[in-house]
């Protein structure tokens, strides 16, 4: 599957926020880069740097060497793995787009009921089941056209193909 550096930067932001982008960037073509450089660069503080950057590090993307320094602290000394930010971010889109999909294939060729003050949306059987009334609040059920639903659906699968 093809993936963008932009879409690959959304997933990233999207999963571990914002810093963790400018974290990968300064460790992008370096390596062991002393988390006390990289707090000082952000001003920060080293432990949570060392948070974020160990929450990369639970996906394989950031990894570290442990330095012993003069006074027997142990310092972090950080590299990152932009294939496996890749490989994380196709896996994340390929996720989305089953689950559009998925989404897709409950809408199509069906018709769906819901409650004027938004409580539930019902297919057909469903509504059925509950005689055309809402299960929270007992409102009778109106039909509700998914034409709309269903084509943004495919518009956003056909986006994320392209
Ligand atoms: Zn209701």
Not at 72 to 87: A, E, F, M, S, V
Request: proline letters at 1%.
């Amino acid at each position: 599957m093809d993936i963008t550096e932009r879409e690959i930067m959304n997933v990233i932001k999207e999963e571990f926020g914002e810093q963790a982008i400018l974290l990968i960037d300064s460790l992008k073509n370096k390596t062991n880069v002393s988390e006390i450089t990289l707090a000082e660069k952000f001003k920060k503080e080293m432990n949570e740097i060392r948070s974020q950057l160990y929450q990369l590090h639970n996906f394989n993307i950031a990894f570290f060497n442990k330095k012993k320094d003069k006074d027997g602290w142990y310092t972090y000394h950080w590299n990152i793995d932009l294939g496996r930010i890749k490989d994380f971010a196709v896996q994340k889109k390929k996720n989305a787009l089953k689950n559009l999909k998925k989404q897709l294939k409950k809408e199509e060729g069906k018709i769906f009921y819901i409650c004027k003050t938004g409580c539930a949306r019902l297919d057909f059987v469903k509504a059925s089941e509950y005689g055309f009334r809402c299960p929270e609040c007992n409102e009778f059920l109106d039909y509700t056209e998914n034409e709309n639903k269903i084509e943004c659906l495919k518009r956003e699968i056909s986006i994320m193909k392209d």
